[in-house]
């Protein structure tokens, strides 16, 4: 199964510590009181709060003061990135890892945006160097994140191997379950796949496209009953979704029979 890229962005940007709408994960800073930091530090909150244009002025003016700032070189690759200009992203994250080269929060935020750029198996690589580093404190983040991006290449045996490494760190991670799920879904182990979308539910609330997973194994599985129970919480939760329209199709009964029971 190759996702697309839209697929990719969407499974990493809500399991790694960066994400389009929050707050990247950056490595704390010493030297606070010297001009350049304090000018870096408030283009960073300027670009948390979406500030994009203050945010910029400030880290320009902090890469004014001190060339070599890390720091400002990784907070204004991060604004670039979210604002789509990837060639001035990508200058300045190398940059950044030049002046600040055991920064793993650097490497992971470098390597989320090389898999948003379809740069996959290099991003891969540098997840699994920040995964094994000792400075990097959620190796589980980083091999859920290269198991995704490896899913980009395609490469599903590694994408699965790196996604089964991560759930062995931290077993509660409902994107990590719902992926391995479908990936065994994809494959016809459906026991497997049920038994991911099991531990998926006991941690988190469902979504239309887990319930419609869910659903779709049952029937799989030769459990119409339990099928039809995901489907009634599906129409009911989220009843304008793609994924309820298609549920409903497959659930359908022949011409001339009755209805699924509500």
């Not at 720091?71 to 890892?97: F, N, P, T």
Request: hydrophobic share 35%; net charge neutral; proline share 4%.
């Amino acid at each position: 199964m190759k996702l697309t890229v839209q697929q990719v962005l969407i499974f990493i940007l809500l399991l790694t510590l960066v994400g389009c709408t929050g707050t990247p994960k950056f490595q704390s800073t010493v030297g606070v009181d010297s001009p350049a930091q304090i000018n870096a530090n408030l283009g960073r909150t300027y670009m948390e709060h979406g500030n994009f244009e203050v945010a910029e002025a400030k880290l320009l003016r902090a890469l004014e003061q001190d060339p070599k700032l890390g720091a400002a070189h990784h907070y204004i690759a991060e604004l670039y990135r979210r604002s789509e200009r990837g060639d001035l992203a990508k200058d300045h994250y190398q940059r950044a890892m030049k002046y600040e080269p055991k920064d793993m929060f650097l490497q992971n935020n470098y390597g989320v945006f090389l898999c948003e750029r379809g740069e996959y198996k290099e991003a891969v690589e540098i997840f699994v160097k920040v995964a094994n580093s000792r400075d990097y404190n959620r190796p589980d983040d980083a091999y859920a994140n290269a198991g995704l991006c490896a899913l980009g290449i395609p490469d599903e045996e590694m994408g699965e191997a790196y996604l089964r490494r991560s759930l062995v760190l931290n077993k509660r991670q409902p994107k990590v379950l719902y992926n391995l799920s479908k990936l065994n879904y994809e494959h016809k182990q459906y026991l497997t796949a049920r038994a991911f979308i099991e531990r998926y539910t006991g941690i988190a609330p469902h979504s239309s496209q887990t319930l419609l997973l869910a659903a779709k194994i049952e029937l799989q599985m030769g459990d119409r009953q339990a099928a039809e129970a995901y489907a009634n919480q599906l129409s009911t939760e989220f009843p304008d979704t793609d994924e309820n329209k298609t549920l409903e199709r497959l659930l359908a009964p022949p011409d001339g029979q009755a209805g699924r029971h509500k």
